[in-house]
């Protein structure tokens, strides 16, 4: 059974710095590339950060562009999302996950997520 368990969140001034960490389980996951998605109060979930597969491509959701960095350890079956420059804008929760629509014929569920407030 897939499983993700989000860490890290907290409480933190603006230009604080957080690590948000990603522990996966039920799935071969250093086959597939992973996600992280912020759902900010009362808006949809959204990708903000992807790592491929072996983790030497990242993309980014331009908002975050510079000052969060995706990384994963595939002896783990860990991802992390580090943080920086964090904003008010970046309040909300944080889920990790495989790319939406995930693959046919296995379930990807949300894991509960971890929450991050920045003050405003």
């Known amino acids: 059974q897939v499983r993700f368990v989000e860490s890290g969140g907290g409480l933190e001034q603006p230009g604080g710095s957080l690590t948000l960490s990603c522990t996966a389980s039920?799935?071969?996951?250093?086959?597939?590339?992973m996600d992280w998605y912020h759902q900010a109060p009362g808006q949809e979930r959204i990708e903000i950060a992807r790592?491929?597969?072996?983790?030497?491509?990242?993309w980014y959701r331009d908002p975050v562009k510079g000052r969060f960095t995706i990384s994963r350890d595939d002896r783990k079956n860990m991802v992390f999302l580090r943080m920086t420059n964090l904003k008010p804008e970046d309040t909300g929760t944080y889920y990790c996950?495989?790319?939406?629509?995930?693959?046919?014929?296995?379930?990807?569920?949300w894991g509960r997520g971890t929450r991050v407030t920045v003050l405003s």
């Open positions: 996950n495989v790319p939406q629509p995930p693959p046919a014929g296995q379930e990807f569920p």
């Open positions: 039920g799935f071969d996951f250093e086959y597939h590339m």
């Open positions: 790592i491929v597969q072996g983790g030497d491509r990242q």
